[in-house]
């Protein structure tokens, strides 16, 4: 199984901040902070873990909050080169985030200002969202000019910090009601240079059409129309979840929009009884019925048992194809079935299908064992 994400958070991370705080702070108690922070620890998962560091940080620093950011601010180590990933390193200011939402929503200029120096270092997308329940108007007036700065990271929290439902994070139940105020800012940031912004975009336009579809379709159209290669990939990110339910207007706007003419022959699925731990491969062959060329897409669903006995679908994206007339294309995949941080598995029959063009089709069923 892999390590849990708490583990990448540990006592070490209250220690450094302390170090850097009392660096510009002498008379910070590192001694009574650190103790303080790791009590119960242990039992904590990782965000746990940063909302405990930010309340001691409340009781050890002035009650001034203003004087309180000023000095969290002050502490912060040079602002480290991004890289393509970053591992777990900026989750030392995830308590620092966490204050500002916490401590902060009555004095917005000086949250504003924390928000957007803690964004270049890790994220603000945690704490943006209180500011965007408290005091919307005055928020989105400020990620909309936000959204021409110069920094990719702070363009990136206009974006990821108003996602409907950003994960780790509760969802703005304001913007699933009405996403228009979302996709004003979303407008500004379509065709921005940078990829880490523009997958945050279609992130957030895939949140949006989990609640309403028919937005997400006509955005996503409307943004097709002299679009660049940047901005088709936009479209295409932000469509996926659309595609494996299975949405005619998705795939129609990604070219998949006409049934499949197809057969699906030489079902394998070995073995039939695997053991939670092992893997079980799935192949079959899709051959073109049709007279004509089709273009295809291929995607695999797997209906796994739940801990209630409910089955729940799991959507694999496997490839797209074009099959002339008779012609046929193999599809395979292993799924492997151990115990994941993001997926437990229990024992009882799956069904697995094959989907073309959001058409399913049966493959049939494994029997999952726990031995």
Same mark, same amino acid.
């Given at each position: =199984?892999?390590?849990?994400?708490?583990?990448?958070?540990?006592?070490?991370?209250?220690?450094?901040?302390?170090? =850097?705080?009392?660096?510009?702070?002498?008379?910070?108690?590192?001694? @009574?902070?650190? /103790?303080?922070? $790791?009590?119960?620890?242990?039992?904590?998962?990782? =965000?746990?873990?940063?909302?405990?560091? !930010?309340?001691?940080?409340?009781?050890?620093?002035?009650?001034?909050?203003?004087?309180?950011?000023?000095?969290?601010?002050?502490?912060?180590?040079?602002?480290?080169?991004?890289?393509?990933?970053?591992?777990?390193?900026?989750?030392?200011?995830?308590?620092?985030?966490?204050? &500002?939402?916490?401590?902060?929503?009555?004095?917005?200029?000086?949250?504003?200002?924390?928000?957007?120096?803690?964004?270049?270092?890790?994220?603000?997308?945690?704490?943006?969202?209180?500011?965007?329940?408290? %005091?919307?108007?005055?928020?989105?007036?400020?990620?909309?000019?936000?959204? !021409?700065?110069?920094?990719?990271?702070?363009?990136?929290?206009?974006?990821?910090?108003?996602?409907?439902?950003?994960?780790?994070?509760?969802?703005?139940?304001?913007?699933? @009601?009405?996403? /228009?105020?979302?996709?004003?800012?979303?407008? +500004?940031?379509?065709?921005?240079?940078?990829?880490?912004?523009?997958?945050?975009?279609?992130?957030?336009?895939?949140?949006?059409?989990?609640?309403?579809?028919?937005?997400?379709? !006509?955005?996503?159209?409307?943004? =097709?129309?002299?679009?660049?290669?940047?901005?088709?990939?936009?479209?295409?990110?932000?469509?996926?979840?659309?595609?494996?339910?299975?949405?005619?207007?998705?795939?129609?706007?990604?070219?998949?929009?006409?049934?499949?003419?197809?057969?699906?022959?030489?079902?394998?699925?070995?073995?039939?009884?695997?053991?939670?731990?092992?893997?079980? !491969?799935?192949?079959?062959?899709?051959?073109?019925?049709?007279?004509?060329?089709?273009?295809?897409?291929?995607?695999? /669903?797997?209906?796994?048992?739940?801990?209630?006995?409910?089955?729940?679908?799991? &959507?694999?994206?496997?490839?797209?194809?074009?099959?002339?007339?008779?012609? #046929?294309?193999?599809?395979?995949?292993?799924?492997? $079935?151990?115990?994941? #941080?993001? +997926?437990? %598995?229990?024992?009882?029959? %799956?069904?697995?299908?094959?989907?073309?063009?959001?058409?399913?089709?049966?493959?049939?069923?494994?029997?999952?064992?726990?031995?």
């Amino acid at each position: =199984m892999a390590e849990p994400l708490k583990n990448s958070f540990g006592a070490d991370v209250p220690r450094t901040i302390a170090r =850097m705080i009392a660096a510009v702070f002498p008379r910070f108690d590192q001694k @009574a902070f650190v /103790r303080s922070s $790791l009590e119960g620890y242990d039992a904590l998962e990782l =965000m746990p873990r940063g909302w405990k560091i !930010a309340h001691q940080l409340r009781r050890s620093l002035p009650d001034d909050y203003e004087k309180a950011v000023d000095i969290l601010l002050a502490s912060l180590d040079r602002k480290p080169e991004r890289t393509v990933a970053q591992g777990m390193g900026g989750f030392l200011f995830l308590p620092h985030v966490f204050f &500002v939402a916490e401590y902060g929503l009555e004095h917005f200029e000086t949250s504003m200002r924390a928000q957007y120096v803690l964004t270049q270092r890790f994220t603000a997308e945690f704490s943006i969202r209180r500011y965007l329940e408290r %005091h919307q108007a005055a928020t989105l007036a400020r990620l909309m000019e936000w959204s !021409a700065d110069s920094s990719e990271d702070v363009r990136r929290l206009v974006s990821e910090g108003t996602r409907p439902r950003l994960p780790w994070a509760s969802r703005l139940r304001a913007f699933q @009601a009405d996403p /228009r105020p979302v996709l004003a800012l979303l407008e +500004r940031l379509k065709d921005d240079p940078s990829l880490y912004v523009r997958r945050s975009v279609a992130n957030n336009l895939n949140d949006i059409g989990k609640d309403h579809p028919a937005v997400l379709v !006509a955005t996503a159209k409307r943004w =097709m129309k002299n679009a660049t290669e940047q901005r088709r990939w936009i479209v295409r990110h932000a469509l996926r979840s659309a595609v494996k339910r299975g949405d005619s207007g998705a795939l129609g706007l990604l070219g998949f929009g006409e049934a499949a003419r197809i057969s699906v022959e030489k079902v394998k699925i070995s073995p039939q009884r695997p053991a939670i731990g092992s893997s079980v !491969a799935i192949a079959c062959e899709i051959a073109n019925r049709a007279p004509v060329v089709q273009r295809l897409l291929v995607d695999l /669903r797997v209906h796994y048992v739940k801990a209630n006995g409910v089955q729940r679908p799991k &959507v694999f994206k496997l490839k797209q194809v074009e099959l002339a007339p008779r012609e #046929t294309a193999p599809v395979r995949k292993t799924l492997s $079935l151990d115990q994941l #941080t993001t +997926r437990t %598995h229990y024992p009882g029959r %799956h069904a697995v299908e094959v989907l073309i063009n959001g058409q399913a089709y049966p493959l049939g069923t494994f029997e999952l064992t726990d031995r």
